[in-house]
C-alpha cells in the first residue's frame, strides 16, 4: 500500500465529457503523486477513451468495471450519440452505485464523480434528480450540497428544486444542519479553529423589516441562533446580493445559501470553471466538478479537463485530512 489516498473515479455519462475527463486525470502525473486512482464504470468505454486520447493505461491503473454494455460496439455508439441515452444513463447510473458501495465498503477513502445527464438517468429508472441525492439515498446520509471556488466556500439549504417551491421547503433544521455541516467540514479539513458562517436572507433587503415576506424572522434567524447555542459563529440572515462579496473579502469564511442559484452564480462567475461540488454529510469523501456533460465540448474535440483535475486534487486532500 502506498499510504496514498485511494480514489474511484466514475465515468459519468459516456456521451458526455466524462471518460475524457478520467482519462485525462489518469494522466496526469501530479495526480498521480496524491493519490491512488480506480476508475469506476464499464471498461470498454473507458478503453476507448483512452484510446481516442491515444494514451495507453499508465502502471498502476485500475478499473472497477460495471458491465452495463454487453459489446464494444454497444459502448462505442453510447460515446457517440452526443445526446441523453438510456443506455448512457444506465452507463452512468452504475458507476455511481458502484463507486458509492466502495466508498461504503472501506475500498476507497473517497469518490470524484464525472459529470452526468439528468435526463439519461431518468430514462434508465433513477428517481433522484441528481448525484447527490442518489449517493445520499445510498448512503442512508442526511447531506448538505458544498461548493468551493474562487475564494469562496457555500452550502446549499436545498438543492434541485423548482424555485417556486424553496419557501415550502425551507425550514430553520434545514438552514442549521447547512451551517453546521459547513462549520464541522471547515475546522475539520480547513484547519480554521472557530470559522465565521454568514447566512443569506432569502428575500431582497433581508426581508426589510417584514415587507418582502416572513422567512426571515420566522426560519431564518431561529436557525442562527440555533446556530450559535450549538457553538457556530454564525451570523444572519444578510442580503444574499451583498454576503459573498463580504465573504471573499474576508469578512466570513464560508456563506449558507438557501438555494442553488443564490450560491452557484457568485461561485461560477468568480471560479472561472474550477468550482467543485462537495457532498457534506457521507462517511467518505466525494467531489465532483461543477459542470455538465459538455457533448458539444465533446463533438468539438475541447473538452477542458482542469475542473475535474481540481476536484480529484481537493477529494484527495479532504481525504488525507480525514
Known amino acids: 500500500m502506498s499510504g496514498l489516498p485511494r480514489l474511484a473515479l466514475t465515468i459519468g455519462d459516456p456521451a458526455g465529457c466524462g471518460p475524457e475527463l478520467v ?33 495507453p493505461p499508465p502502471s498502476g491503473f485500475g478499473v472497477h468495471a460495471t458491465p452495463t454494455l454487453t459489446t464494444a460496439a454497444e459502448a462505442r455508439a453510447a460515446m457517440a450519440a452526443g445526446a441523453p441515452t438510456l443506455a448512457g444513463g444506465r452507463v452512468a447510473l452504475d458507476a455511481i452505485e458502484a463507486a458509492t458501495d466502495l466508498a461504503l465498503a472501506g475500498r476507497v477513502d473517497a469518490v470524484v464523480t ?23 439515498e445510498r448512503a442512508g446520509a442526511d447531506v448538505v450540497m458544498a461548493f468551493f471556488a474562487g475564494g469562496l466556500r457555500t452550502a446549499l439549504a436545498t438543492t434541485h428544486i423548482a424555485l417556486r417551491d424553496v419557501p415550502s421547503r425551507l425550514d430553520a433544521g434545514r438552514i442549521g444542519r447547512a451551517g453546521f455541516l459547513l462549520d464541522q467540514a471547515l475546522r475539520r479539513h480547513e484547519g480554521i479553529a472557530a470559522p465565521r458562517i454568514a447566512v443569506c436572507a432569502l428575500n431582497p433587503h433581508a426581508g426589510e423589516g417584514g415587507l418582502f415576506g416572513d422567512e426571515e424572522p420566522r426560519l431564518i434567524r431561529p436557525a442562527v441562533e440555533a446556530l450559535r447555542v450549538a457553538g457556530v459563529d ?8 451583498t454576503v459573498f462579496a463580504r465573504a471573499r473579502a474576508g469578512e466570513f469564511d464560508a456563506v449558507v445559501a438557501l438555494y442553488h442559484d443564490q450560491a452557484l452564480i457568485p461561485l461560477k462567475l468568480l471560479g472561472r470553471g474550477t468550482a467543485v461540488n462537495v457532498t457534506l454529510g457521507l462517511p467518505f469523501v466525494r467531489t465532483s466538478p461543477d459542470h455538465g456533460t459538455a457533448y458539444d465540448a465533446v463533438a ?17 486532500d479532504l481525504a488525507a485530512a480525514r
Do not use: M, N, Y
Not at 445527464?117 to 441525492?133: D, F, L, M, N, Q
Open 23 to 55: 482519462a485525462a486525470a489518469l494522466a496526469s502525473r501530479s495526480l498521480r503523486a496524491r493519490a491512488e486512482l480506480v476508475v469506476v464504470g464499464d471498461r470498454r468505454v473507458v478503453e476507448a477513451a483512452l484510446a481516442r486520447r491515444r494514451r
Open 300 to 316: 468539438a474535440g475541447t473538452v477542458e479537463p482542469r475542473p475535474f483535475r481540481v476536484a480529484a486534487s481537493l477529494a484527495a
Open 114 to 136: 464525472a459529470p452526468i445527464s439528468k435526463e439519461a438517468i431518468a430514462a434508465a429508472g433513477c428517481v433522484h434528480p441528481g448525484h447527490t441525492e442518489l449517493i445520499a
Open 234 to 241: 454564525a451570523s444572519g440572515p444578510l442580503p444574499a446580493d
